[in-house]
Each structure stands twice: as C-alpha cells, then as structure tokens.
C-alpha cells in the first residue's frame, strides 16, 4: 500500500517536474510536422541528427563520434578555461579591493563601464593583439567572465560583517589568511551567484570566439552549417550549446549547494 | 582542574594587567570627543565592571583598549608594555554572537578558530577545543553549526573560542545584551566559573547595573557625551556569589543602588559639567 | 549591501569616478606605449578622445545608436511585458512555478548568439533579427525576478487583507502585486545592460551593416585607423554606464525602501 503511495507520489514530482517539458516538446513537434518549413525541422529531426553527429560512437570512445571529440570537446574547454580564469582574476581583485571601502569610489565606476563595454568589439582586438589561437579564445572568455564576478566580489567583500574581521584582527589572523578564513567565505554565496552568471556569459564569448579562423569547436560547426545552408545542422548545434549551458549550469548548481549549504541554514533565505 | 599561575615576567615594575591612561578619542579631525581622558587599570586577576549609560562610548572605549582601534590620544598598556593592534595575551567576546561567529563553521571550527595563527600541532589544538567546550558546558556539541543552536549556546561557543586562545585578558564587550533572563543569569555563573577556573583578567563592558555589581571586584560608572569615569567604587560583596542569596544580600542591595544613583548622576551632570564644549 | 552615504557631495563622487576611469586610461596608455602591440592597432589615448568627441556628433554615428537603441526599447518593452505578466501569473501559483522550472532553465542556458544564424535565416538582419535576441536574453531576469516577488509576498499583509473582507482579486491586485514592483525593477535593472550589450553583439556576430556594432565592424574594416574604432566601444560602454545609472536612480526613486543589488 505505502509503496504504491510511494510510487504514485514520486511520479506526481516527475510529472510536475518534466511534465511541461514532455508537452512543449510534443507541441513543437506537431506544429513543425503540420507546418513543413524548411527553416523548422521537426524536434525528432534535430536528435537524431544529434545523434549523428555526436552520440553515435561505438562503445569503447563512450558512444561518442569524431565529431564529439572536434565539436564539442575544444569548445567546453575553452569556455570552462576561460570561466576559470576570469573567475579566478575577479575574485581576488575583488576580495583585494573590496577590503578597503575607501576604494570603492574609485573602483565602482571603471568596473562599471568596462563591464559595459560590448565583448565582441573587443573580438578584433583581442584577435590582433594574440592573434587567432586559443590562447586568444581564452582569454577573450576570461576577459568577459572577469567583470560579474569581479562585481560581486567587491559588493560581498565590502558587506562581510565587521565583527567578523574584527574577530579575525582580534586572534591575531594575518591580512592574507582574513582573506581566506573571513572575507572568501562570507562572501562565497554572492560570488557564486557572480560565477554562475558568468558561466552563461563564457558560452556566450566561446560561441562567438569560435565564429572566425578556427576549424574546432562550436561556434564553427553553427556558422558552417549557416554558410552551407544546413538547417538542421544548426537546430543540432543550437540543442546542443543549449544542453551544455542546461548542464553546465546544473553541475554548478549542485556544487554550490553542497559548499554553500551553511548559507540557506544560516540565513534561512536560499541562496542570491 | 587546577587554577592556572601565570608567571609574570618584570612583576616588580609593573602590577597592573591592564592600565588605560587618559584615553581621548574623536572622529574624525576637530570633531567632538566621543571618550575623553579615560584612565583606569585593572589588577591581575581582577573582574572589572565598566558601566554607563548608552551612548557614553562604551564600544568606543572598548575597540581602543582591544587594539581594534587607535585611540587620538593616550596609551594602554598591557602588562607594562604599550599595545599597538590587539596584544596576543587579550581575547574579546563580542557583543552579538550571531555577528561575531563564522556561520560557515561548525562550532568545533569556530573555537579552534583563533589557535590557526599559534601555530599549534594538532593534538594541542584539540585539547584545547575539548577543554573550552567542557568548561562552557557545549560537550557534545562540536559538529553543529553556531545558526543551530541557541542564542545562549552561541555565546558559549563565544566564550569558548575565546577561552580556547588562553588570554591572561579577556574583554567581554556587554555579551549577555542579547539573550534572554533566565539565559543571562546561567552565563554570568559562567563567566564567575570561567575566572575562577582559568584565572585571567576580565575586563566586562555592560549597562546592566546588577550585572555589574554582582559579577565584579570592581565596578567602573562612565559618563556620557563624552564618554569620561564618572566613579570607581570597590565592590564589598564575598569572593564567592549566588544569584539568589547574592541579590538578597543587603550589601548588594546597597551597592546596586548606589551604582544606580552614581549612573543617573553620570546622566544628569553630562549636561551640567560639560568642560569641554565643543571647538 | 553597499552602504552610501547620502550626505556625500556629487562633485566628490564624480571626481572620485574620474579619478578611477583616469587611472584605468592612464594604464592603457602604458601599454599602448611600451610598443608590445603595434602603435596603429593600440591608439594612444588622446587620439580616442578625439575620436568620441567628433563620433559623440557625427550623424552617421548617431544614426546607428539610434539603430540599435529601437532594438534594445522593443525588446525591453516586450521583455518587461512578457515576464512581468508571466511572473504575475506563475507566481500565482506554486505548482505552476515547480512545473515551468525545468523548461524555463533549459531555455534560459541557451547562449543566445547560437540563435543568430537561425533568425538570420528567418528574419534577415535588422531591427526584428536583433530585437528576438534581446528578448531571448532579457525575458528572463524580469520573468524569474517577478515570479519571486510575487512567491514572496508577506503572508501576514496577504491575511490581514482578507481578514478585512477583499475578495481574492482585490488582494491581488492591491497587495501581491505592488509588493512585488521591486522584484520586478530588479530584474529590469538586471535585464537593461545585458540588452545592449546583446544588441550590439548580434549585429557584430551577423556581420550587419546597421546599428553600434555594425558601425564597429565598418570602421574596422575600412582602414587601419583603430582609434574611431576603440571610441565607438567607449561610447557603446558609457552608453551602457548611463543606461545602468538611470535605471539604478529609477529603481532608487521608486522603491527607495529596496536594498541595492
């Protein structure tokens, strides 16, 4: 009896959970097949094109293709590289500068504006400066990620109670171990919140950086599909940057939660 | 346990732990004195009870004596030698422990906290943790998180993260502000249990004036606007206190009032003898 | 949050500002100058000064900001209508927000550039193909902020209300969604500089000759001269300053009660 409650209520949670997932899916099939437009292949069309593409490898490379491995793979790791790096950068500019309040006129409003700038117009620059390699990809990627972190840093270092550094002054903690121990933590939950938004943003400049003078990855798969008119090559490519963000973002979340489980206890409230 | 000797090196020269002489602080260039001329000591060993009104720069006066803050003008010492940043002999229980402990740590970790700058082995950290924890009672408690536990509990923890760095000074800066009655009495026991135990000097800010007068040696009233002594007087109570015959007493009784009588005085003459107007 | 105090002067605050932007330029300069890069590909910085001063009037330029900004005003406009309906009526509803949540995040980890070859196809490369990408990124801060102010609402003013005797709608209507404005501007405020950077992006990914990006890719291939170049990406970037400090100054206006983000 119980386990058959039991059942049924797990199936209500995936129901409510993937049920509007499994109807949207459903609704665009049926409106793509009544609608026979080239420019709207069926989603069934896309996976199995996907499939393809990518995941029809035999057993021993993991199901995966060639074309996985010259798509897909050099994309994700430039986009993770660069997110890692510019993540890396905002964060101790951030805890550095965010420590002294006085900074902060001074620091907000560049921060501001560079953080404004369109990132593809510093594409060609960033293409002339280091010319057309990953080494350009990266730090280009890196470049954008830098500055959402680097804000939140500066707006969570500058929040981090005082008492708490006072604490930390007061049992004789070293300046750089009080970053460490008392500014990187308390401000860990907005950090993350700035690193998941620039996770986004790393897809985003991998896409774009891939768009020119490159043979791998992505973004060069999507814009040779354009340029040959494959249409469902690019619908393949668009689900499958989709996927990546949809897990990527995932795999983040569930990171996060696990290090971050101190702030929903503390504050009650889940996390920014 | 055995009561803690400490060996102090030039005792001939110097008998005070702590001595604050003619403190004065402002803010800011010109600006008016929040504390002005404060001079007290503390003996070795000595409870030592600052009360005040609010707003006679009582947080002020504490973050100078700590070393959190640099005072305008005038020293403190601790044990004969000018401090200069918090000196490693001095521990500060904060007001609010929901501030002052690391949320992201377990208690256990919150307590050890401040052994990471002694570079201690591991063995002697955890003795230490186990020790603090029992005497503030919290064995058994080491795994929860400070946000799990009770307001008064957090104070512990407070206490015994403080009582983990082994100070010959603890400062407790109004610590039982926040919690309720019941809980207060409990901790002020503690805090008797605690000096008896380990021995050191505390120097206790508070506006309670029965918690003045029944933890103390000595009782410190502070003026307001700005912050000066006002009075000292000598608490004639035995070593040994008890919430309920203590209060009863009618020397406590006495003393209660006169430190009540001392700090309306402080409250009214801030006003009347003010020497120091305002440049 | 950030704490600011009120009393401080404009002139300060300004100065302060330029003092900062000053050391940013100044540090360019150094590396423009040390000769790493080519001196034609690096201007020196009053060279780009000049060149906002004349493109900051040059009709052609103007010409394109106004491009771009139609694109980013429809997708604003259309943004804040979607989500904002949408979060009203998602947050009205605890089961209807557990059941979009799944589609709603896979939609919104799309990199919206991947959709740039597909509306090039579809809708060519004007203002239509640029304002589908601005909402495609900025429905979904206004959306998912409003959802949240609207889930929540103080419980007690949603009683109090109906112990007075409202009717479902007037609770509605007079409690729920006035508290939930601040979320709402939040996600404006988010959703508002991500708008023109993904504008200006899009014309430079499709490689149209229209709008701030356009102009961008123009210039950069008519000839060697970077410096009209670099002042067009400095006054997309203050563009996109002044955007971000009006709708803070709005949001401050409106609900002054309301923490920075």
Not at chain 1, 108 to 135: T, Y
Not at chain 2, 37 to 43: K, S
Not at chain 2, 94 to 108: A, C, E, G, N
Not at chain 3, 83 to 94: Q, T, V
């Amino acid at each position: 009896m119980s386990l058959l409650r039991l059942t049924g209520r797990a199936a209500r949670a995936l129901v409510v959970k993937l049920g509007l997932v499994v109807a949207l899916l459903a609704l665009w099939q049926v409106l793509t097949v009544e609608a026979q437009n080239i420019f709207f292949p069926t989603p069934a069309d896309i996976a199995v094109r996907m499939r393809e593409l990518w995941f029809s490898g035999p057993a021993a490379h993991l199901f995966v293709t060639g074309g996985f491995t010259t798509d897909v793979v050099p994309s994700v790791a430039r986009a993770l590289a660069g997110w890692a790096l510019g993540g890396l950068v905002g964060i101790a500019v951030g805890l550095v500068a965010g420590r002294w309040a006085r900074a902060q006129g001074y620091v907000d409003p560049p921060v501001n504006f560079i953080r404004s700038l369109p990132k593809p117009a510093i594409v060609p620059l960033f293409l002339i400066v280091l010319g057309a390699n990953d080494r350009m990809r990266i730090a280009l990627i890196a470049f954008g990620c830098i500055w959402p972190v680097l804000l939140n840093t500066l707006q969570a270092t500058r929040a981090v109670e005082p008492t708490l550094r006072d604490t930390g002054t007061a049992f004789g903690i070293s300046l750089p171990r009080q970053f460490a121990m008392i500014s990187l933590p308390a401000a860990a939950p907005r950090i993350a919140a700035g690193l998941r938004v620039s996770l986004g943003l790393a897809l985003i400049l991998m896409v774009l950086s891939e768009w020119s003078l490159t043979q791998h990855g992505l973004g060069n798969f999507l814009l040779t599909s354009q340029r040959s008119y494959q249409v469902l090559d690019m619908w393949a490519a668009v689900a499958m940057l989709g996927l990546l963000g949809y897990l990527l973002n995932l795999a983040f979340l569930a990171l996060e939660k696990r290090l971050l489980a101190w702030h929903v206890g503390f504050t009650g409230t889940p996390l920014p | 346990m055995t009561a803690r000797l400490h060996l102090d090196e030039g005792t001939t020269s110097v008998s005070a732990a702590l001595a604050v002489h003619n403190i004065t602080h402002r803010y800011g260039p010109g600006g008016p004195a929040v504390v002005n001329g404060v001079t007290f000591e503390v003996a070795r060993g000595e409870l030592v009870s600052l009360v005040g009104p609010s707003g006679c720069g009582k947080t002020t006066l504490m973050k100078t004596i700590s070393g959190l803050m640099q005072p305008t003008s005038g020293t403190v010492t601790a044990f004969g030698r000018p401090i200069s940043g918090v000196p490693r002999e001095l521990a500060i229980v904060f007001q609010d422990y929901s501030r002052s402990l690391f949320p992201w740590l377990r208690v256990r970790a919150n307590v050890s906290f401040g052994l990471s700058g002694l570079g201690l082995e591991r063995s002697e950290r955890r003795t230490r943790v186990a020790e603090s924890l029992a005497a503030v009672g919290l064995t058994g408690h080491e795994h929860k998180y400070p946000w799990e536990l009770s307001g008064g509990m957090q104070q512990r923890v407070a206490i015994a993260r403080a009582l983990a760095y082994r100070p010959r000074i603890l400062l407790m800066d109004e610590p039982f502000a926040s919690v309720d009655a019941q809980t207060r009495a409990e901790l002020e026991d503690l805090t008797l249990a605690v000096h008896r135990e380990f021995g050191m000097t505390i120097l206790f800010v508070t506006h309670d004036i029965d918690e003045s007068v029944y933890l103390s040696h000595r009782v410190v009233v502070l003026k307001r606007s700005p912050g000066e002594v006002h009075a000292e007087r000598v608490v004639d109570l035995p070593e040994t206190r008890d919430q309920i015959t203590t209060k009863a007493d009618p020397r406590f009784v006495a003393q209660r009032a006169e430190v009540a009588g001392l700090i309306r005085d402080a409250a009214l003459g801030s006003t009347r003898f003010s020497l120091h107007p305002t440049e | 949050m950030t704490v600011r105090h009120r009393s401080e002067p404009r002139a300060l605050v300004l100065w302060r500002g330029l003092v900062g932007a000053a050391a940013v330029a100044a540090l360019y300069q150094v590396v423009a100058l040390a000769g790493i890069v080519d001196r034609r590909l690096l201007p020196a910085v009053p060279a780009i000064g000049r060149e906002v001063a004349r493109l900051a009037v040059d009709p052609d330029f103007l010409g394109a900001v106004g491009n771009t900004m139609t694109a980013v005003a429809l997708g604003l406009l259309i943004s804040c209508v979607a989500g904002i309906g949408g979060g009203l009526g998602l947050g009205a509803s605890s089961l209807a927000t557990r059941m979009t949540r799944a589609p709603i995040d896979v939609l919104r980890s799309l990199p919206s550039v991947a959709l740039i070859p597909l509306l090039l196809m579809t809708l060519g490369d004007g203002v239509r193909m640029k304002t589908v990408v601005v909402v495609v990124v900025a429905v979904w801060p206004v959306l998912l902020n409003t959802t949240y102010g609207v889930r929540s609402v103080d419980g007690v003013a949603v009683d109090a209300a109906r112990s007075f005797g409202l009717s479902r709608l007037r609770v509605w209507a007079g409690v729920v969604v006035p508290s939930a404005v601040p979320a709402a501007l939040t996600g404006f405020r988010i959703a508002l500089p991500m708008a023109l950077t993904v504008a200006i992006s899009s014309e430079m990914a499709a490689g149209t000759p229209s709008g701030i990006g356009g102009f961008i890719l123009r210039t950069s291939y008519r000839d060697f001269d970077a410096a009209p170049v670099f002042a067009a990406v400095v006054l997309a970037g203050l563009i996109g300053w002044a955007l971000n400090a009006a709708a803070a100054g709005l949001g401050n206006r409106l609900v002054p009660w309301e923490g920075r983000r």
